[in-house]
């Protein structure tokens, strides 16, 4: 197996950010766990959901973090193929309606 910048074995350090601010680290892991409970949405659907920010935040961990648990959720790879292509649509919507900006601004430069 090649070495690659990201160490999946980091992964599973994750709980230790606690360590050099405990205060912090627990809440954001007691805010990060009521998020994904049950509520509105299904601990399937937000599993999904994570999926697809996992992959427009380019987030190596979170993605096989959130693989391994749509898998588990009985989410297929069709569903979550489909959700990643939701993400890179509004990804690169998001980055080109910033074009107005440029184009405002072009606009202003040559008035």
Not at 67 to 87: F, S, Y
Not at 95 to 102: D, K, S, Y
């Amino acid at each position: 197996m090649s070495k690659t910048y990201y160490d999946p074995a980091d992964l599973r350090k994750f709980g230790k950010i606690t360590e050099w601010s405990e205060e912090l680290g627990n809440k954001f892991f007691e805010y990060y766990g009521k998020v994904f409970e049950e509520g509105a949405l299904t601990a399937r659907e937000k599993s999904l959901i994570a999926l697809a920010v996992a992959h427009t935040e380019q987030c190596p961990y979170c993605i096989d973090a959130y693989t391994k648990d749509g898998l588990q959720r009985g989410v297929t790879k069709e569903e979550m193929m489909e959700a990643i292509h939701v993400g890179a649509a509004i990804k690169s919507g998001a980055t080109l309606v910033h074009g107005v900006q440029m184009m405002n601004k072009v606009n202003k430069l040559d008035g």
